[in-house]
């Protein structure tokens, strides 16, 4: 036997232990530089950790400027899971752990749905590892991430179960996976119950009718909770919706096209992106011309895998240009499905029948382009990692019981709410709170403030340049905040700017300084609290 099919053999034998290895690989990006900041990672700390402590110690502190939010939101089992995990744990492991259940997650997640896809191929899920790290990762989108692979996995339970029986077990297993995915976001949701939905119409036009009802009533049946619970959700919801706003197509295209939600970090990984690309687009055409050749040859449950999986890629496609990028107070739409499309183009390349070389020609491309990229990453993410041990030094300045809010004057996206994790640390009453703002986040402002809070003695909407958000208390005593950590990395000559600087310096003293990050302490507090 040739070295080169001693090797082939090896892969082939141990391919279920070296794809664990492969994922453990993966973990360095979470373990080798301490903090692994997200973009919205520190804000999901924060309120994860007030809404814990407004559920098991509301104290009055808490209670005069955050609520529960009493509805059953969608987008609440990290900030459950990171409420938790902080209370055994400090908070920069408790976000590791975090980290490592969404990467791991995502691969065996993936992993299994392609095993139930396609069970002759398990190369197929080394296709996962460029898009671990992707887009939707470093913005910090906990709960979409949770939900795509908890939609992963659900789908694959579904085909697990109609591949051999529904039994009891299965179902209730169902009900409790469509449950805690509700839980996630509601895209990944409605994405599994159009799959499920797709299969059961597939038995109908196999005029499997039997088949049909039985399925279609197992179904509702695991959708029951999740149904009663979105109708909870939605009749009380609150927030102003505002306008309904579309992205550009062609900007669509084009980030679809070449992968940009994987080159969101450095530019060095644009290029090794867009190869990805090409080779995944390549290899698609190749999966089509072997099917259109061979079809005859195709058993039917090969062929209408193939179509099936055509079809839920070509209509998720869709949906990035028919669905609005910006609706129902939440944004951020485009991008999403931008992502979940070429989840879904991998999953459609699964189910063909390309030569086994090739495949795994596919599967060591894909690990060796993750791996490039992690590389290119580092310097990035090592220096964001340093900006979090800044802030948490400034956090040993801040003492309990105090008002605080982040500003950032910043030009790097990725530090927009890294401030936040002082506040954290110290369970500070935080202004500078975006979800609160959201009626789909389980925090939100109380409506009765004891104080009109302000800085310098401007409210929130005379500097927007702040990105602060608590609402203003018409006819409420006026309060300083008594915290503000400022991340300045930018020059900024805006009249917003300059008003809130000149009004730092009247009222607020400076009390630390790690740069880029700023914390000043209010005059006022100053002068009653005692060191």
Not at 1 to 25: D, G, N
Not at 51 to 68: A, D, G, N, Q
Not at 417 to 438: C, D, P, Q, R
Request: include cysteine.
């Amino acid at each position: 036997m040739s070295f080169w099919k001693k090797i082939v053999a090896f892969f082939s034998r141990y391919e279920p232990v070296l794809f664990v290895v492969a994922t453990l690989f993966m973990l360095n990006e979470v373990f080798a530089n301490g903090w692994l900041v997200t973009e919205d990672s520190s804000a999901h700390i924060y309120n994860s950790i007030i809404t814990r402590e407004l559920f098991l110690h509301p104290t009055p502190f808490l209670k005069s400027v955050f609520i529960l939010n009493p509805s059953p939101v969608p987008n609440s089992l990290s900030h459950v899971l990171l409420g938790a995990l902080s209370y055994f744990f400090s908070i920069e492991i408790s976000d590791k752990i975090i980290h490592v259940i969404n990467v791991c997650g995502m691969c065996f997640a993936f992993r299994f749905l392609v095993r139930q896809i396609n069970p002759g191929q398990p190369y197929y899920s080394w296709l996962i590892f460029p898009f671990v790290y992707s887009g939707l990762f470093y913005l910090g989108f906990y709960n979409f991430y949770m939900g795509i692979i908890l939609s992963l996995t659900t789908m694959a339970a579904w085909l697990y179960a109609e591949k051999r029986s529904f039994g009891i077990r299965r179902v209730f297993l169902l009900v409790f996976l469509c449950t805690l995915l509700f839980f996630t976001h509601l895209i990944p949701f409605l994405l599994f119950v159009f799959v499920a939905g797709m299969r059961i119409l597939f038995r109908l036009f196999h005029k499997n009718y039997r088949t049909f009802f039985v399925n279609t009533g197992i179904l509702f049946s695991a959708l029951i909770p999740a149904m009663i619970l979105f109708f909870i959700y939605y009749t009380h919801r609150t927030e102003n919706t505002g306008t309904t706003v579309w992205a550009s197509a062609w900007i669509s295209v084009k980030k679809l096209a070449t992968l940009h939600h994987l080159s969101v970090i450095s530019m060095y990984q644009q290029p090794v992106a867009i190869t990805i690309s090409c080779v995944l687009f390549f290899s698609l055409l190749l999966s089509l011309i072997f099917f259109f050749r061979n079809k005859s040859n195709y058993a039917m449950a090969e062929k209408e895998r193939f179509l099936f999986w055509g079809i839920c890629w070509i209509v998720v496609l869709a949906l990035i240009f028919i669905s609005p990028d910006d609706f129902g107070g939440s944004g951020a739409m485009t991008i999403r499905l931008i992502e979940l499309s070429w989840f879904f183009f991998l999953l459609f390349l699964a189910s063909g029948k390309l030569p086994e070389k090739i495949i795994r020609t596919l599967a060591f491309f894909s690990f060796a382009s993750a791996m490039i990229m992690m590389h290119y990453r580092q310097p990035q993410i090592a220096g964001l990692a340093q900006d979090a041990k800044k802030v948490m030094k400034l956090a040993g300045e801040i003492p309990s019981n105090c008002t605080g809010a982040y500003i950032p004057v910043t030009e790097n996206w990725l530090r927009l709410h890294i401030g936040e994790l002082a506040f954290a640390e110290k369970k500070s009453l935080m202004l500078s709170n975006y979800e609160t703002v959201h009626d789909f986040f389980p925090l939100l402002w109380s409506k009765n403030f004891i104080y009109n809070y302000k800085i310098g003695g401007l409210s929130s909407s005379d500097i927007p340049c702040a990105r602060c958000y608590w609402p203003e208390q018409p006819g409420k005593p006026d309060k300083e905040i008594d915290y503000l950590i400022v991340c300045n990395d930018k020059s900024d000559t805006s009249d917003c700017f300059r008003q809130m600087n000149d009004s730092l310096k009247v009222h607020y003293v400076l009390r630390e300084e790690v740069p880029p990050f700023r914390l000043y302490e209010s005059k006022l507090f100053r002068q009653n609290f005692s060191y």
